[in-house]
Nanobody
């Protein structure tokens, strides 16, 4: 059974930082590109950051470049999202996403809430 379990979401003040984690099980983690998506109330889900199989390739949405960093620890089957200089517009449910390098159906986590507010 495949599971992606996110953690680390919280209420934080503007300018603060959070680190999200996504622990994967039931998949050959090293064979999956990992991503973080987010969905704010009333908005469509959007891609935030993606990291390649061994972590050498990353890409970010323009809105988070320079503030967020995605990384992965393959021996721990975990992907992280370090979020700095958080803004109220970063408020959303953040989802972990896994896609095999050969394609196919992706896997999703259940989401973790991030709220940026004073």
């Amino acid at each position: 059974q495949v599971q992606l379990v996110e953690s680390g979401g919280d209420l934080v003040q503007p300018g603060g930082s959070l680190r999200l984690s996504c622990a994967a099980s039931g998949i050959a983690f090293r064979s999956y590109a990992m991503s973080w998506y987010r969905q704010a109330p009333g908005k469509e889900r959007e891609l935030v950051a993606v990291i390649g199989l061994v972590g050498g390739t990353t890409d970010y949405a323009d809105s988070v470049k320079g503030r967020f960093t995605i990384s992965r620890d393959n021996p721990k089957n975990t992907v992280y999202l370090q979020m700095n200089i958080l803004k109220p517009e970063d408020t959303a449910v953040y989802y972990c996403h896994a896609l095999h390098w050969l394609g196919g159906n992706p896997y999703w986590g259940q989401g973790t809430q991030v709220t940026v507010s004073s």
